[in-house]
């Protein structure tokens, strides 16, 4: 939360996110059992807790739940023992709202601090999802287990495209140029045996016109021979049978420092 002051103070900003549970998310749950599709959805505790109903929807519909922090708190500002702390945190609420235990955590704003993979493997997690070292997954070896990532990309984000924000030199993007981007992207990655992890957020993506532009991206991913539509868990699961060769090592800081 990098705007504690305005997050306590501002309906708009508050509203502007409640039409997330409101509006959008109904509407990209519905487009996913059109076409069929389980998605992953990383939830913060506090909205598992404050948001319960909608965040039950998501689970009775059949996706993945997992961790994305308690209060969408930046990873940079805290120390390793805050860290853990909330990530604790976010994990009771979870199992206390949703009866989840996630497999899989994605940071907010995909801030990871050095320590941050060893303690994802230390509370049991099979994957992350917040780091951009490849077109493929991965994995990552730290003092306390190996974890798999996941990788993603802002390229592949819909907040910096579609997001309004003030004083930012981008304007709100047309929603065929970001349709464009992506099909131009998923293309790429399908010729090379990348992995396309696209990040949606419902307050932004719920809109019609992106709903819409969703639509025409799954239905053009669909009509392509080989592609498979996973969650993030059914991806980690794969690559840990697979055994590929691709690995970042990441050792503590306090007995070393990272190693590609």
Same mark, same amino acid.
């Given at each position: 939360?990098?705007?504690?002051?305005?997050?306590?103070?501002?309906?708009?900003?508050?509203?502007?996110?409640?039409?997330?549970?409101?509006?959008?998310?109904?509407?990209?749950?519905?487009?996913?059992?059109?076409?069929?599709?389980?998605?992953?959805?990383?939830?913060?505790?506090?909205?598992?807790?404050?948001?319960?109903?909608?965040?039950?929807?998501?689970?009775?519909?059949?996706?993945?739940?997992?961790?994305?922090?308690?209060?969408?708190?930046?990873?940079?500002?805290? !120390?390793? +023992? #805050?860290?853990?702390? $909330?990530?604790?945190?976010?994990?009771? @609420? &979870?199992?206390?709202?949703?009866?989840? %235990?996630?497999?899989?955590?994605?940071?907010?704003?995909?801030?990871?601090?050095?320590?941050?993979?060893?303690?994802?493997?230390?509370?049991?997690?099979?994957?992350?999802?917040?780091?951009?070292?490849?077109?493929?997954?991965?994995?990552? !070896?730290? +003092? #306390?287990?190996?974890? $798999?990532?996941?990788?993603?990309?802002? @390229? &592949?984000?819909?907040?910096?495209?579609? %997001?309004?924000?003030?004083?930012?030199?981008?304007?709100?993007?047309?929603?065929?140029?970001?349709?464009?981007?992506?099909?131009?992207?998923?293309?790429?990655?399908?010729?090379?045996?990348?992995?396309?992890?696209?990040?949606?957020?419902?307050?932004?993506?719920?809109?019609?016109?992106?709903?819409?532009?969703?639509?025409? @991206? &799954?239905?053009?991913?669909?009509?392509?021979?080989?592609?498979?539509?996973?969650?993030?868990?059914?991806?980690?699961?794969?690559?840990?049978?697979?055994?590929?060769?691709?690995?970042?090592?990441?050792?503590?800081?306090?007995?070393?420092?990272?190693?590609?």
């Amino acid at each position: 939360m990098r705007e504690p002051v305005r997050a306590r103070n501002s309906l708009a900003a508050v509203e502007e996110r409640r039409y997330g549970s409101r509006v959008g998310l109904p509407r990209i749950l519905r487009l996913l059992a059109q076409h069929e599709i389980t998605a992953t959805f990383f939830i913060p505790g506090w909205v598992a807790a404050n948001r319960t109903a909608a965040c039950r929807a998501i689970r009775d519909s059949g996706h993945e739940i997992a961790a994305h922090g308690n209060l969408h708190e930046p990873l940079e500002q805290l !120390d390793r +023992a #805050s860290e853990e702390t $909330i990530l604790k945190e976010s994990l009771g @609420l &979870l199992q206390t709202y949703l009866g989840v %235990r996630p497999m899989g955590y994605r940071s907010p704003a995909w801030e990871m601090n050095l320590w941050s993979p060893s303690l994802l493997a230390r509370h049991g997690f099979l994957y992350d999802s917040s780091l951009m070292g490849n077109d493929v997954p991965y994995f990552v !070896d730290t +003092a #306390s287990g190996r974890l $798999i990532e996941v990788p993603v990309q802002w @390229l &592949l984000d819909d907040a910096p495209l579609y %997001r309004h924000v003030y004083g930012a030199s981008n304007a709100i993007a047309d929603p065929d140029r970001v349709l464009q981007m992506w099909l131009h992207e998923f293309e790429g990655l399908r010729k090379d045996g990348g992995c396309f992890v696209l990040t949606c957020h419902p307050h932004i993506s719920g809109r019609p016109s992106r709903v819409d532009v969703l639509d025409k @991206l &799954l239905r053009a991913m669909r009509s392509q021979p080989g592609v498979w539509f996973a969650t993030c868990a059914e991806v980690a699961t794969w690559t840990h049978a697979s055994a590929n060769d691709q690995t970042l090592v990441v050792a503590d800081p306090e007995r070393g420092v990272p190693v590609d």
